[in-house]
């Protein structure tokens, strides 16, 4: 028995055995030799190692299985069915293919005809009667459908070894996609491909059969006099072996059977069994489109496996998937001239074309929520027709507040975080969109009144590239919403940071600058919320963040500018509430004569009786402003008494402080320690105020 | 919320009494889990480990939000469950053709199609046991990869560590592991 090595040599062990691996093998022993130097035995070991590692290929690289007590039993069976065999009524003759639910033979049909049929035995572990059942009770319907591009399910039954099996029109054709790409087809072709695709499926589902189980590997493209017809395979069929996918075993055995979730629709991941309809369907064709185009789908299949079952499904149900254009634009260089010129194009032209019309149209019969999505395969084929003519497409992007409802619902835990404001940021956006939609009715209706057919065209494609421009924003907005619910504050500046300074951002840069403010990041908060206050100059909120906070950095010049801009904008307001945080922020640093009489003016106009507290917090600091020390005291004591409001109290008192010292009453009352702030709070600009007032008072009693 | 994602959240809380009781819960669900799905399911039905201890996952916490360090420590002990429920089945396999009769136990309907032949199978068990006292984490790793069945990036999750570490480690420890079951080879 070999003496176990001590903790320090192992780990010596191992960084030699790491360093060798890294290198190629001829380069392995001169590294060994100055590794382990005279270390003979460490030598051995790693030698040792090194032999194991070259040996052991596969070794613990699979986990057990569990398997039910007859599978040795059949697995030894020589071959459960092969040429010559018969199952009913059929006589096997070659194997078509294996997919991951059955096997499928060319088989011989005699009797009522003789023809060639193919004929799918389904894998073992599902219940045979309930699968034929099932069919059964389908069977009616799927001999009603009658369409050159869907392969007819002519019979089901039962093998001898119990298995259900279904024969099907015999159909010697090749995946959907890999016709395309074989054959070099571009986006325009594949196009018409799918279009013969969408009739097909809405032919079914006029029969009210739903396929379920829409994926390039039923899709079979078969060439007529040179012409490729794609033909719908398995219709039926995954409607009666999908009982397995609805009981509570559901987890184990989607995860043994699928192959390709990647074409799941949301609601099938769901998995509550109950509730598929043809808008299922839709959205696999989506999927199919999406690959058509850009040769990957959404979301990657193995990935998906990978991350287990419950990550699956979220994935499926609520991660958005990237448009297309954009998946394409992600590639890198080589797949993407490769890709391009798979469908005769290059690079820059294939996203280009993509980009837009075709986005939407994928994305719509992708959206997560069904009732988002194409009516039915038809109108989804002719938006897809609208699209090769030229005209414009129905397909639109989905407005700005839905998408953002929907980041707001994924990322709730997140946006708590933030919650007041996001409250603010919907609100602004909707206030915003609103006025946008109106201006787009107004020129619609201009449109109208000009009747010249020329005219109208000119502005509908005015109309468009605005509706596109606006898109465009839009999708930068909301990106920077998902990056701002991530945290990512910098990246979600640099988003927008092109964007002109229209209303619709502003309450962006509130939130950045709020979310910076509150980590202590004064000056990047100045900077946003000047851009708030020049993209919405209408918000009087920006600038009851944005004078504290130039305040507080001695930013006085700039200060001074922004107050003026502020009185300017405000100073005829008749609302007390605006007036009295206005006349604060403004008066946190002296005014010229002018100004002050303009912000008391304001005060006294907008003044009640009996008086506010905030109205004489604001009083008292002019009159102090203005000298009248006595004057100050006298309306800041009730203040100072006031139980109510912490904020104005301690303002208060530091207000009443400088006031005392400067009428040289002994003692410096109370004051309010400056590093007492907390910028946590939702009250944070109140805290600044506190903290700029603290300051003057602090310099005052030097 | 569940019993196992309430111990989940007290061991994150520190609170080891906890952890202690975890891995009974996750054990005997696992067993009874394939015990059950053996009996039901139509001859010749094969089951992942990995999907058994999803499927663990799935119904003890209901795959709900579960802090990601709860994960770790559910991943963990399903591990755990699984090495002793193979290890247990195939010691007394090996015990029944030494001719020891034992009572039927619920697993003995199920066949164990491990990758490794049974007394293989309790060699790299006891291999397993000398690289855990001399290392403990590429022990745990092993665990997670081999007997609950996570890919290299998940298990790198659960042990916080980085997915080129994971690979690393793992390398190192395959070669230990193999070195330890089967020298003469």
């Keep these: 028995m070999k003496s176990e090595p001590d903790a320090a040599s192992a780990s010596r062990e191992e960084s030699v055995f790491n360093g060798a691996l890294a290198l190629p093998p001829e380069q392995r022993a001169a590294f060994m030799d100055s590794a382990c130097g005279a270390d003979a035995p460490l030598r051995a070991r790693v030698d040792a190692l090194l032999r194991a590692y070259g040996q052991s290929n596969g070794f613990l690289e699979s986990s057990p299985r569990l398997t039910g007590p007859a599978a040795t039993e059949i697995s030894t069976m020589p071959g459960t069915e092969g040429p010559g065999d018969l199952i009913g009524p059929y006589k096997i003759r070659e194997k078509l293919g294996e997919g991951g639910c059955g096997i499928v033979y060319v088989a011989e049909q005699s009797e009522p005809v003789r023809r060639r049929v193919a004929l799918k035995v389904i894998k073992l572990g599902m219940d045979t009667r309930t699968v034929i059942a099932r069919f059964e009770a389908e069977r009616q319907a799927l001999a009603m459908m009658d369409h050159p591009n869907i392969a007819k399910v002519l019979d089901a039954g039962t093998t001898a070894n119990g298995r259900p099996y279904f024969v099907m029109e015999l159909v010697r054709g090749i995946k959907i996609t890999d016709y395309c790409d074989q054959h070099n087809l571009g986006t325009e072709e594949r196009i018409r491909l799918f279009i013969s695709v969408c009739h097909a499926v809405q032919h079914a589902h006029q029969k009210g059969i739903i396929h379920r189980d829409i994926k390039p590997s039923n899709i079979l493209v078969t060439l007529h006099d040179s012409v490729p017809v794609p033909k719908v395979i398995d219709f039926g069929i995954a409607k009666a072996t999908e009982g397995r996918l609805t009981n509570q075993t559901v987890y184990t055995q989607l995860y043994e059977f699928i192959g390709t979730p990647a074409y799941i629709s949301p609601e099938q991941a769901e998995m509550s069994g109950l509730d598929i309809d043809t808008r299922s369907d839709i959205y696999s064709l989506g999927v199919l489109l999406y690959e058509l185009l850009t040769g990957k789908t959404p979301f990657n299949s193995q990935e998906l496996i990978d991350a287990g079952l419950d990550a699956m499904r979220r994935t499926i149900r609520e991660k958005e998937p990237v448009a297309p254009s954009t998946c394409l634009s992600l590639m890198v260089d080589a797949d993407l001239t490769a890709t391009a010129k798979r469908r005769r194009s290059e690079a820059p032209r294939l996203v280009h074309l993509i980009k837009g019309d075709l986005d939407w149209i994928v994305m719509k019969a992708m959206e997560k929520d069904r009732t988002r999505r194409f009516e039915t395969a038809n109108a989804l084929a002719a938006d897809l027709h609208r699209f090769l003519t030229n005209e414009p497409v129905e397909a639109r992007p989905p407005n700005n507040l839905y998408r953002l409802r929907k980041m707001i619902r994924r990322n709730r835990t997140t946006f708590a975080a933030i919650s007041g404001i996001v409250a603010a940021l919907i609100l602004g956006l909707g206030v915003s969109l609103n006025l946008y939609f109106k201006e787009k009715d107004a020129l619609r209706r201009t449109v109208q009144v000009e009747e010249e057919k020329r005219k109208e065209v000119e502005a509908r494609l005015e109309m468009e590239r605005k509706d596109r421009q606006f898109a465009e924003i839009g999708q930068k907005l909301w990106q920077a919403g998902v990056l701002m619910s991530q945290d990512r504050m910098a990246d979600a500046e640099n988003m927008i940071q092109d964007v002109p300074l229209i209303p619709q951002v502003a309450a962006l840069y509130n939130v950045i600058g709020v979310v910076y403010a509150r980590n202590g990041k004064l000056d990047a908060a100045i900077t946003n919320y000047i851009k708030a206050a020049t993209a919405q100059p209408t918000n009087e909120f920006f600038f009851d963040y944005l004078l504290p906070l130039l305040a507080q950095q001695h930013r006085y010049d700039e200060f001074s500018q922004w107050r003026r801009t502020a009185l300017d904008r405000f100073a005829q307001t008749s609302d007390p509430a605006l007036a009295e945080r206005l006349a604060l922020s403004c008066l946190l640093l002296p005014a010229s004569d002018e100004e002050t009489r303009r912000i008391i003016t304001m005060l006294d106009t907008t003044a009640s009786t009996p008086p506010r507290p905030a109205a004489e917090l604001a009083g008292g600091l002019a009159e102090y402003r203005q000298g009248q020390f006595k004057r100050a005291a006298a309306r800041l004591e009730p203040v100072v008494d006031n139980q109510q409001n912490t904020n104005a109290q301690n303002q208060a008192r530091l207000i009443l402080a400088m006031a005392k010292a400067k009428l040289a009453q002994p003692g410096r009352p109370d004051t309010v320690k400056q590093n007492e702030v907390f910028l946590h709070g939702p009250d944070w600009n109140e805290q600044m105020i506190t903290a700029v007032l603290a300051r003057e008072a602090e310099n005052i009693g030097r | ?185």
């Design chain 2, 1 to 185: 919320m569940t019993d196992v994602t309430q111990l989940l959240r007290a061991i994150d809380n520190g609170d080891s009494k906890s952890a202690a009781q975890l891995l009974p819960l996750v054990y005997d669900e696992l067993r009874r889990l394939a015990a059950s799905k053996m009996a039901h399911e139509p001859a010749g039905q094969t089951l992942q480990a990995t999907a058994l201890v999803h499927e663990a996952w799935l119904r003890l916490t209901g795959g709900g939000d579960v802090q990601f360090s709860g994960r770790a420590h559910f991943f963990g002990a399903a591990a755990e469950a699984m090495r002793r429920i193979l290890i247990d089945r195939a010691r007394s396999k090996a015990a029944q053709r030494h001719g020891g009769g034992m009572a039927r136990q619920d697993l003995d309907q199920i066949e164990i199609a491990a990758p490794l032949p049974n007394d293989e199978l309790l060699a790299l068990n006891d291999a397993l046991e000398q690289l855990a006292a001399q290392d403990p984490q590429k022990a745990e790793l092993v665990k997670l990869r081999f007997f609950a069945g996570l890919t290299i990036e998940q298990a790198a999750d659960t042990l916080g560590i980085s997915e080129p570490t994971a690979k690393r480690w793992w390398a190192y420890a395959r070669a230990w592991l193999f070195d330890k079951c089967r020298p003469e080879k």
